[in-house]
């Protein structure tokens, strides 16, 4: 805007432009002065080694942005430098936010599925704009390929994987709850084991650490159940929570199930032979209802191919990439 203001003499544009650039640069400044050196706690803590994941899976997971957006921007920036096409303020302005948002995750390491959404809702109408007017180009052509073959290898698998398994688990868990309070209310003592789901964020995500207490607490809530213990079998990293009623929060104990107690597995598991594990451990005495449907996309297959055949844990320590099983099994340990 600051730009197309200069070459066509609008002042007051350019006045407007430069005031929105200075409260951008000032919201900075704040941002470092109060939050930053403040934080003590990160949501993310990533090394070198997972920077370089972390760019595979804008990749793969991001690939219209990463490829047909990205593209489209070098190509429209190449235009007006060495083209001397005229800068049109309003699709390049998003091109230019869309990268903007984009990059803004990129420093601070984090990347989930929904983060990105408002650089597709900003970039995507410039995509469509400038396709018209540079389909010919070789180079357009190919961003918007790798883009498409991204969202049909990836994005478009991994979102109907994410529309049933949010729903079967929402099944799956309170069909598994209610069985378990019943047998808490008739085995009083009793440990719970969420196999292949330990302590420890450089295995474990946020949401796959959290489940067994979550459950606990619905069962303390909902059921009146509170005389149990939450143990893991898995690797885990030294406790943050030496306060907490339940073992797995508060010890860096690694135990084996005892006869009577509980093993739980799910597709929310870190490790692909849970079920295996568990089936040696036991005997099946539930079922869920609701089966969910496995990760079958390219971002999971390209992960499994690194383990199987590099070795390599730089996506992680997480095994379960195709999220199996895919219901949820409940052992009574031999």
């Known amino acids: 805007m600051l730009i197309f203001a200069i070459q066509n003499r609008h002042k007051d544009l350019a006045k407007y432009a430069l005031c929105i650039i200075f409260s951008a640069c000032f919201y900075v ?18 090394t070198a080694k997972d920077i370089f994941a972390l760019l595979q899976g804008f990749a793969l997971n991001e690939s219209i942005l990463t490829f047909s957006i990205s593209g489209f921007l070098l190509y429209r ?12 303020p309003f699709f390049d302005g998003l091109l230019v936010a869309s990268l903007g948002y984009f990059s803004a995750f990129v420093v601070l390491k984090m990347h989930t599925l929904y983060y990105c959404l ?7 109408p410039s995509v469509l704009y400038f396709s018209r007017k540079y389909w010919r180009n070789i180079f357009i052509k190919i961003c918007l390929i790798l883009g498409l073959f991204g969202f049909l290898a990836q994005n478009l698998p991994s979102g109907i994987h994410k529309m049933i398994d949010f729903k079967a688990q929402g099944v799956q868990f309170h069909q598994t709850l209610d069985f378990v309070a019943q047998y808490l209310q008739k085995n009083k003592g009793a440990n719970l084991y969420f196999e292949g789901i330990g302590c420890g964020r450089d295995i474990y995500d946020f949401e796959m650490e ?4 979550w459950f606990a607490e619905y069962l303390e809530k909902f059921y009146s159940v509170y005389d149990f213990d939450l143990r893991t079998s898995a690797p885990s990293a030294p406790k943050s929570n030496p306060y ?11 135990s084996t199930p005892k006869s009577g107690d509980l093993i739980i597995v ?13 089936q040696n451990r036991g005997e099946l005495i539930f079922v869920s209802g609701f089966p969910s449907v496995p990760h079958i996309a390219l971002m999971p297959l390209i992960k499994y191919l690194n383990a199987k055949y590099f070795k390599s844990d730089i996506f992680g320590k997480h095994n379960n990439f195709f999220a199996l099983p895919r219901r949820t099994y409940v052992f009574r340990a031999n």
């Open 244 to 254: 907490s009623k339940y073992t797995l929060a508060n010890s860096d104990t690694i």
């Open 266 to 278: 799910s597709n929310k598991s870190a490790f692909g032979d849970s079920l295996s594990v568990a």
């Open 77 to 88: 920036i190449y235009r007006v430098c060495f083209k001397k096409e005229r800068i049109e």
């Open 118 to 124: 408002p650089c597709f809702v900003l970039g995507i």
């Open 29 to 46: 400044f704040l941002y470092k002065l109060f939050i930053v050196d403040e934080v003590d706690k990160f949501y993310f803590v990533l």
């Open 210 to 213: 959290m489940r067994p207490f």
